[in-house]
């Protein structure tokens, strides 16, 4: 049966310590955090967690926290994505076994798998588990653009129930809702309240990892008709949510993280913590927003 996941999913960064080892405590108290913040779902392992720079055992740790501290009060989906179909089945099947309300997968990202390759990719992790897929489309950093009538055919799927469409064409939501229908929920990716306006039903966002409730505001003013008051609001955040775009997802993420108090940690190589410059550019944003961190 398929689960009703609407809303703001946060992408979540994953807190490591000063060795490089990931932050347990860390990551319970930001799990913790985001849901005391109200946001609607949880990501942990997706690109924004690093998920490339993990061992198999920080993950399966990391996944367990965020599972285990979320305790059913909002849904967690655990990325599990591999360039091997194989891996991508046992990772899931993993996440299911620990409790996971549903897996985010993104594409093979360097064999730049046919269309009837990544239809075999996905039938085969969604026959594999029974909790739902979300498939994740980000052209920019996979190499392999899933486009509308890509994701209908992928949609036919049983399990194959949501998608993260992840370009700066807005157009794709309406096309996938259009083709789709209903057998697959579309949450926006990089444009959160234009996919809201096009009729997209979430957002996986990177900026609620620093801004859950603001993140939150837009969705909800949006669902229940207020577009002007969504606007208005996602236009005041726009400073932030453009300072964690790009390829600042992990480094900006961290960096108002650390000034608003809570202890993210570095990026994990290959990526460099950000220049001095951009760093105090991140602090005079959290100074502007007030943010703080806050248990």
Not at 32 to 38: D, F, H, K, L, T
Not at 69 to 80: D, E, F, Q, S, Y
Not at 96 to 105: C, I, K, P, T, Y
């Amino acid at each position: 049966m398929k689960k009703n996941f609407r809303g703001v999913f946060t992408v979540m960064i994953t807190p490591t310590r000063v060795d490089g080892s990931v932050s347990l405590d860390g990551m319970r108290d930001f799990t913790e955090w985001q849901i005391r913040q109200g946001i609607h779902g949880l990501i942990p392992l997706g690109s924004t967690g690093e998920f490339l720079s993990l061992s198999d055992a920080d993950r399966r740790s990391v996944a367990r926290t965020v599972i285990e501290t979320a305790k059913c009060r909002v849904p967690v989906l655990i990325g599990t994505g591999h360039e091997d179909t194989r891996e991508v089945i046992r990772r899931s099947r993993e996440a299911e076994e620990l409790g996971a309300d549903g897996v985010m997968v993104i594409p093979p990202f360097y064999s730049t798998p046919t269309d009837d390759e990544l239809v075999a990719h996905y039938r085969a992790i969604a026959e594999a588990i029974s909790i739902p897929v979300m498939v994740y489309n980000n052209p920019a950093t996979t190499n392999v653009d899933m486009g509308p009538e890509l994701l209908a055919r992928i949609a036919e799927i049983d399990g194959c129930d949501y998608v993260k469409e992840s370009t700066m064409d807005v157009t794709r939501v309406r096309d996938i809702i259009r083709l789709a229908g209903d057998r697959m929920t579309v949450f926006g990716g990089i444009m959160g309240f234009e996919s809201f306006v096009m009729g997209a039903e979430g957002w996986v966002a990177v900026a609620s990892n620093v801004a859950p409730a603001a993140m939150v505001e837009i969705f909800e003013r949006t669902a229940a008709g207020d577009y002007d008051g969504a606007r208005a609001v996602y236009r005041k955040w726009v400073p932030l949510i453009q300072a964690v775009g790009g390829q600042a997802y992990v480094g900006g993420s961290k960096a108002l993280l650390r000034h608003m108090g809570f202890d993210a940690g570095a990026p994990l190589p290959p990526r460099l913590p950000l220049p001095a410059g951009r760093d105090a550019a991140m602090k005079a944003l959290v100074d502007e927003f007030g943010l703080r961190f806050a248990l």
